[in-house]
C-alpha cells in the first residue's frame, strides 16, 4: 500500500484504521469524537450501546476483523472489513469516512451479511 499511497494518505488510512477498530471494540467516546455531525444524529450513545449488544447477541465474540478493501474518493475513503464470529462465519462492515483535509470523520457504518448460499461456501 504504501508504494500507492501517499505519506498523507497512508497517515489518513491509519487513523480511519484506529477509529474502525475503536467502532468494532465498542468505544463510543473516542469513537463519537470523530463521527460526523449527521452521524452523531444518528448514533448518539444509547443506540451504539444497542447496536453492539444486538452484534454481541447475533455474532457471539468476533473471531478476526480484516481490511480487505480500500476506496479512495475525493473527499471520501470507504473501508470494508472481513469479519467472523462465533455465530457469523463471514460478513462485512463498511465504514465510510468524508475527509476534512487530513482529519477523517465516520460518516456512515452498515453490515453485509452473505447470502445464504455464500455462507455455506465460506464455511467449506
Not at 471494540?25 to 451504539?48: H, I, L, Q
Amino acid at each position: 500500500i504504501s508504494a500507492v499511497c501517499s505519506a498523507s494518505n497512508g497517515t489518513v488510512l491509519d487513523a480511519e484504521e484506529v477509529l474502525a477498530n475503536k467502532f468494532i471494540s465498542g468505544d463510543y467516546k473516542s469513537t463519537s469524537a470523530a463521527m460526523s455531525d449527521e452521524m452523531k444524529k444518528n448514533w448518539d450513545e444509547k443506540t451504539f450501546a444497542n447496536f453492539q449488544e444486538q452484534i454481541k447477541k447475533d455474532f457471539g465474540k468476533l473471531t478476526s476483523n480484516q481490511l480487505i478493501v480500500v476506496e479512495k474518493h475525493k473527499e471520501a475513503d470507504i473501508l470494508l472489513y472481513q469479519v467472523a464470529s462465533e455465530k457469523v462465519p463471514a460478513a462485512r462492515f463498511v465504514f465510510l469516512f468524508k475527509l476534512k483535509g487530513e482529519k477523517p470523520m465516520l460518516s456512515d457504518f452498515s453490515v453485509m451479511l452473505p447470502q445464504k448460499d455464500e455462507a455455506a461456501a465460506e464455511k467449506k
